[in-house]
Nanobody, 124 residues
Framework: QVQLVESGGGVVQAGGSRRLSCEFS????????IGWFRQAPGKEREFVSA????????YYADPVKGRWTISRDNDKRTVYLQMNSLKAADTAVYYC?????????????????WGQGTQVTVSS
């Protein structure tokens, strides 16, 4: 059974840093791409970053490029999202998701399994 559990959310001041974790279970997930998405109140869920199952490919949305880093430790069954230089506009619920096809897609509909989300609030 595939499960993804996010952690690390909370309140952080603008300009600060936060690291999110996504712990996954299920043997096949080590071969899946893991993506991070976020959803702010009243907005659509949007792509943030993704990493391939073998960690060789990473992808970032333009708003976070150069500020954030995605990484993965398959031995620990965890994907991390290091968020630096946080802005008020980064406030959202952050979700991780697994994509069986391992494309690292930016499209919500192509992900097969989702976590419950973790809230990140950036205070200005």
């Amino acid at each position: 059974q595939v499960q993804l559990v996010e952690s690390g959310g909370g309140v952080v001041q603008a300009g600060g840093s936060r690291r999110l974790s996504c712990e996954f279970s299920g043997r096949a997930v080590t071969k899946c791409a893991i993506g991070w998405f976020r959803q702010a109140p009243g907005k659509e869920r949007e792509f943030v970053s993704a990493i391939s199952g073998d960690t060789r490919r990473t992808y970032y949305a333009d708003p976070v490029k150069g500020r954030w880093t995605i990484s993965r430790d398959n031995d620990k069954r965890t994907v991390y999202l290091q968020m630096n230089s946080l802005k008020a506009a980064d406030t959202a619920v952050y979700y991780c998701a697994a994509e069986v096809k391992d494309d690292g897609s930016a499209f919500v509909g192509l992900y097969d399994y989702w976590g419950q989300g973790t809230q990140v609030t950036v205070s200005s």
